[in-house]
């Protein structure tokens, strides 16, 4: 079954409660997310879901070179940043966004959906 990744992005500078105006405005989203995660399971589409640490704990590296080079924080500046994601199964990408549109609900931020490379989506260009 194709593999779809469901990317949350919040603010870079978030706020004492992360995205969410209030201490129980965020418990209640972590509920809920929970509740979404939980229903994945149960349907068959989890695959694997986290949270990320905020964009200023990253590290970014390039070792195209002779030598890797080391940066800290984020590869671009941005007004947001990736703060977690899920990894599910769907049969299509239509089943794939309805799940994006209730785990956008649950987490309350915005999910891009992108499927994930395969064989397949190469076609001929793999072949000898």
């Known amino acids: 079954m ?10 870079a500078e978030p706020t004492e409660f992360g995205n969410y105006p209030s201490k129980a405005a965020m418990l209640q989203a972590f509920a809920d997310t929970g509740a979404f995660n939980e ?8 695959v694997f879901a986290d949270g ?22 984020p590869y671009l500046e941005t007004k ?10 769907a049969p299509d990408l239509d089943r794939a966004l309805a799940l994006a549109a209730e785990g956008s609900k649950a ?9 994930f490379q395969t064989e397949e989506s190469f076609g001929d260009l793999l072949k000898p």
Do not use: M, N
């Open 2 to 11: 194709p593999r779809y990744l469901l990317s949350v992005y919040g603010p």
């Open 39 to 46: 229903k994945l399971r149960r349907d068959g589409h989890f």
């Open 52 to 73: 990320l640490a905020p964009a200023t704990t990253a590290t970014t590296v390039d070792g195209q070179g002779e030598t890797p080079v080391f940066t800290d924080g």
């Open 80 to 89: 947001e940043y990736l703060g977690g994601f899920w990894v599910i199964e």
């Open 107 to 115: 987490c309350r931020g915005k999910v891009e959906v992108r499927p």
